[in-house]
């Protein structure tokens, strides 16, 4: 037996290379830290469209408007149809995609599961609900995308 307990002339058990876990380490933080900063954001706005915070808001805004303005404002929030069901579906939707983008790179910075990081990749890119995160998500999800399709970088993965 040798010392990783394989019989005599099995080889070893390949760690990741040094090499590949040096190339993710930077993108797959920033995945996560923009998978976190969306979640943040979303809970924010589950939060405040369930307790109808945003229309309290906008209700105020509307106060400062002459008369007139306010009427037009009114008839345009009701051709919309916002209600206060569709923002909290949104922000539900938009937590599931961020907890997939931060799981995928969890995924992407111990090199398992090449699929599922390079689907994060995907989905930081993506202006999902009125998500902010998409403008900075477009270029680490492309540098996270050339970084994972590396052949040095893919070969790691187990």
Not at 107 to 132: E, F, H, Y
């Amino acid at each position: 037996m040798n010392p990783t307990g394989q019989p005599m002339g099995v080889p070893a058990p390949s760690a990741p290379s040094g090499a590949a876990k040096d190339a993710v380490n930077l993108p797959s933080l920033f995945i996560i830290i923009l998978g976190g900063l969306g979640a943040a954001l979303f809970l924010v706005g589950l939060v405040g469209d369930a307790s109808g915070g945003s229309m309290k808001m906008v209700e105020g805004l509307m106060s400062s408007l002459p008369p007139d303005q306010q009427e037009k404002f009114r008839e345009m929030l009701a051709a919309q149809g916002s209600s206060r069901g569709s923002g909290v579906f949104q922000s539900i939707v938009g937590l599931a995609f961020t907890g997939l983008v931060i799981f995928g790179g969890l995924q992407m910075r111990a090199l398992k599961n090449w699929p599922v990081a390079l689907a994060a990749c995907i989905v930081a890119m993506l202006p999902c609900g009125s998500n902010c995160c998409c403008c900075i998500g477009i270029p680490i999800g492309i540098w996270a995308i050339i970084t994972l399709t590396k052949p040095e970088v893919k070969s790691a993965f187990s």
